[in-house]
Antibody, heavy 122, light 107 residues
Framework: EVQLVESGGGLVNPGGSLRLSCAAS????????MAWVRQAPGKGLEWVSH????????YYADSVKGRFTVSRDNAKNSLYLQMNNLGAEDTAIYYC???????????????WGQGTLVTVSS | EIVMTQSPATLSVSPGERATLSCRAS??????LAWYQQRPGQAPRLLIY???TRASGLPARFSGSGSGTEFTLTISSLQSEDFAVYYC?????????FGQGTRLEIK
């Protein structure tokens, strides 16, 4: 059974930092493209970042570029999101998702974690 | 950035009836469109990709159609568990973008 379990969310002051983790199991993590998607309270879904299986290609939404860094440790089956200079607009549930491939495009989210809530407030 | 626009924002349908949800892209995305369902308090669930391919295990009452800029998700004979929020997502271009969602509620 595929499982994605996020952790590391919480309350942080504006301008602060937080590191999210996602523990993966039930599939071959080392060959899978992974992503972070967030959802502000009561709002829709927003793609945040994508990372290829070997970390060769990485993409970010413009809203987080320069502040967030995605990484992974294939030996630990783990995905990470380092978030710096956080603002109120970053308050959201952050989901870890596996990006399934159709042909050479790995941009469809077929498995999701339950999410971890990040609240940016003083 | 490709803007995805879903309509209507809220759709009220009776159980057993058919629901038709629409999604429009601001430019052509070929068939690179996915649909997700999100029930309250849960993570999204992949329903459809490639505009019309059902995800594994998805009941046949769910179907997707369209290409280019106009797409439709149809749910025939609505069941109680189908009342949720539905999102479309384009994956033709970076950044990946979602529609704002359609809330499907019981009439």
């Amino acid at each position: 059974e595929v499982q994605l379990v996020e952790s590391g969310g919480g309350l942080v002051n504006p301008g602060g930092s937080l590191r999210l983790s996602c523990a993966a199991s039930g599939f071959t993590f080392s060959v899978s493209t992974m992503a972070w998607v967030r959802q502000a309270p009561g709002k829709g879904l927003e793609w945040v970042s994508h990372i290829g299986s070997q970390s060769v290609y990485i993409y970010y939404a413009d809203s987080v570029k320069g502040r967030f860094t995605v990484s992974r440790d294939n030996a630990k089956n783990s995905l990470y999101l380092q978030m710096n200079n956080l603002g109120a607009e970053d308050t959201a549930i952050y989901y870890c998702a596996r990006a399934e491939c159709t042909g050479s495009i790995c941009r469809i989210f077929d498995y999701w974690g339950q999410g971890t809530l990040v609240t940016v407030s003083s | 950035e490709i803007v995805m626009t879903q309509s209507p924002a809220t759709l009220s349908v009776s159980p057993g009836e058919r629901a038709t949800l629409s999604c429009r892209a601001s430019q052509s995305i070929s068939s690179n469109l996915a649909w997700y369902q999100q029930r309250p308090g849960q993570a999204p669930r992949l329903l459809i990709y490639g505009a019309s391919t059902r995800a594994s295990g998805l009941p046949a009452r769910f179907s997707g159609s369209g290409s280019g800029t106009e797409f439709t998700l149809t749910i025939s004979s609505l069941q109680s568990e189908d009342f949720a929020v539905y999102y479309c997502q384009q994956y033709n271009n970076w950044p990946l973008t979602f529609g704002q969602g359609t809330r499907l509620e019981i009439k």
